[in-house]
């Protein structure tokens, strides 16, 4: 069983895909993963990130591995591990020249491909999350899911957790970097954050993440013979 969830930073689709998967015993896929170590490994190389040739060339030699232990993630690059760096606010910011060049992006849906389906085969199903998941990587998934919330809503979402992490957090400058993510990840030209086609839209402004997660356990259940 393959089941999808897209949608913008900060609609609560991580988590929820992570809750989904622990509640039916499936894996879990963080594809975003794949573009911060891709990211990340530019950045080390001092690759020119307007070169989408040159970033295509590293990335297609690079070995980017996933590996799942229990709720955990580690992130390597060859021998490195990089689980925490990947997550570093330059990472972030920089992630979306890798994210829309059409060669890097070829090189890493063919690994979420083979990631997802090794997966799937391994814990009988997986939960793939992304931006792209239900219209490019597993078009033929049974589940697609779109999540979304408000501007105001995901930056308020992403203010509480960095508060809760003990640093500092900007209303304000939050919700224009979620507006800016937003922009570029809709507006690009290859693989654009849009609702899968027959997908199912959940705006999870008014929701719980808990909430999210029952509602979305629902639907598969419900669906499955
Ligand atoms: O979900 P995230 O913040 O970890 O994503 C990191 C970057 O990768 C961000 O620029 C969006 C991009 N991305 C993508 O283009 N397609 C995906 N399937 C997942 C992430």
Not at 32 to 41: F, N
Not at 128 to 140: C, I
């Amino acid at each position: 069983m393959i089941i999808t969830i897209d949608g913008p930073a900060g609609s609560g689709k991580s988590t929820a895909a992570r809750m989904l998967a622990r509640r039916l015993k499936i894996a879990y896929l963080d594809t975003g993963a794949t573009y911060r170590a891709a990211t990340l490994a530019a950045i080390q190389a001092g690759a020119d990130l307007r070169d989408p040739a040159a970033l295509a060339q590293l990335v297609g030699r690079l070995e980017i591995g996933l590996h799942y232990r229990g709720d955990d993630l580690a992130v390597t690059v060859g021998p490195q591990d990089v689980t925490r760096e990947i997550r570093l606010p330059e990472v972030s910011d920089k992630s979306h020249y890798l994210a829309r060049a059409p060669a890097v992006r070829a090189v890493l849906v063919d690994l979420q491909r083979r990631m997802g389906l090794k997966l799937a085969a391994e814990y009988g199903g997986v939960v793939s999350e992304g931006r792209d998941q239900g219209s490019v990587v597993f078009p033929q998934a049974d589940f697609k899911f779109y999540l979304d919330a408000t501007p105001e809503v995901r930056a308020r979402r992403r203010c509480d957790q960095l508060l809760a992490d003990g640093q500092q957090a900007d209303y304000q400058e939050v919700l224009q970097a979620i507006l800016l993510r937003d922009g570029r990840d809709r507006s690009r030209s290859v693989a654009p954050l849009i609702k899968p086609p027959g997908g199912v839209e959940i705006d999870t402004s008014g929701m719980t993440i808990a909430q999210v997660t029952d509602e979305l356990a629902r639907l598969v259940q419900a669906a499955r013979p």
